[in-house]
């Protein structure tokens, strides 16, 4: 069997040339394959529960995915009541909010005046020009507004379509997964995709504990500092987590700005180093003994992947961006050719490493995952 050779010049063109229309692609069809990735995601969670309805309850296919739908139309409502609630009564600190950021804007105009020799005639002038021209765009924001609004809608109503279509004919797609390679393969490729499977439902459950370890953490740190809406932010704080890196500083930066607007500028100094303390709880702690080091994303290519996220898919692209590389370093270091790129997205190898050990009792211990 003759083997055809590719010079590395021809082979290079290729990979960018698969890269730049994968690329093309993925933008093309942000208002389909965003929402079907995160619908995804979410079937991997709940896949445990509707192979225990099935298995053990007896329940029909379609039994047991209205009532994993069901299920996460209850979590989804509570979590948008929650931020309801916690926004309607933020609305009532809106005259406090106001009568704090006046008088900062008062000593800013004085320290200006003395600074710059600009008197404040003028300085209300340019305020002036910026409002009117705010005002002029008013029914440009409205419909951006209403874009973003009614985008929202449409993203969670075809999430929601995708995760029943996934969730029901699940073992369709993963027949079609199999059967598109050769039959020689298919005790390979089958070994694989159950791998990846398993790896992507413990990703996605590691990830979702985090999020809820690292809300408690954030609220907890909150509330003994004495900022208002510590539960609210807490919450925030863990979903945003997701973000590495810019998500704890967008968080820190809003909850700096509510303990300044509803307490006190020393309370500002507290909340940093608050988060300075959680974040290093949860990059030494939470995620590796929940998430794991398999599955986890250099700062150099989480940061990468979180740009071409945006730009390809916008808010949704930076948050689904890590656990897309994540599943795609899984699959990496399960192919032969494309091991070297999994090795590549993950944090350096130290063989000589031994895993974390906490002992938490007698009968209790913590241990790093894999």
Request: net charge positive; charged share 15%.
């Amino acid at each position: 069997m003759n083997i055809l050779k590719i010079p590395f010049l021809v082979k290079l063109t290729l990979v960018i040339i698969s890269i730049i229309g994968l690329g093309y692609l993925l933008a093309l069809g942000q208002s389909i394959l965003a929402p079907f990735f995160l619908a995804f995601l979410i079937a991997m969670l709940f896949l445990p529960f509707a192979n225990f309805l099935e298995k053990k309850l007896r329940f029909p296919r379609s039994l047991s995915t209205i009532a994993s739908v069901m299920i996460m139309l209850v979590i989804l409502t509570g979590l948008i009541y929650f931020f309801g609630s916690q926004l309607s009564n933020f609305s009532k600190d809106v005259p406090q909010l106001e009568k704090q950021f006046t008088n900062v804007f008062n000593n800013l105009q004085q320290w200006i005046s003395k600074t710059f020799n600009v008197n404040t005639k003028e300085q209300f002038e340019y305020i002036n020009q910026a409002l009117n021209k705010l005002l002029s765009s008013s029914g440009v924001i409205l419909g951006v507004t209403l874009g973003i609004f009614s985008t929202s809608l449409g993203f969670f109503f075809f999430c929601i379509l995708f995760f029943i279509f996934i969730l029901n004919y699940r073992r369709l797609l993963n027949s079609f997964i199999i059967n598109v390679f050769d039959d020689k393969h298919e005790g390979k490729v089958r070994e694989i995709v159950n791998e990846i499977q398993s790896m992507t439902k413990k990703y996605i459950t590691g990830l979702c504990i985090q999020i809820i370890i690292v809300s408690m953490l954030t609220s907890i740190t909150l509330s003994i500092i004495g900022v208002k809406y510590a539960i609210l932010l807490g919450v925030l704080t863990g979903i945003l987590n997701v973000i590495p890196y810019i998500g704890v500083l967008l968080s820190m930066l809003i909850s700096c700005f509510i303990a300044f607007a509803t307490g006190t500028p020393t309370q500002c100094i507290y909340v940093i180093i608050g988060y300075i303390i959680v974040h290093a709880i949860d990059g030494n702690i939470i995620l590796p003994f929940v998430v794991g080091s398999k599955v986890k994303i250099n700062a150099l290519f989480s940061f990468i992947g979180i740009l071409i996220g945006e730009h390809l898919w916008g808010i949704s692209g930076m948050f689904l961006c890590i656990p897309a590389m994540a599943i795609l370093k899984i699959i990496f270091e399960r192919v032969e050719g494309l091991r070297p790129w999994g090795k590549l997205l993950g944090e350096e190898e130290q063989p000589n490493k031994k895993k974390k050990k906490y002992k938490i009792s007698k009968n209790i211990t913590l241990e790093e995952m894999d």
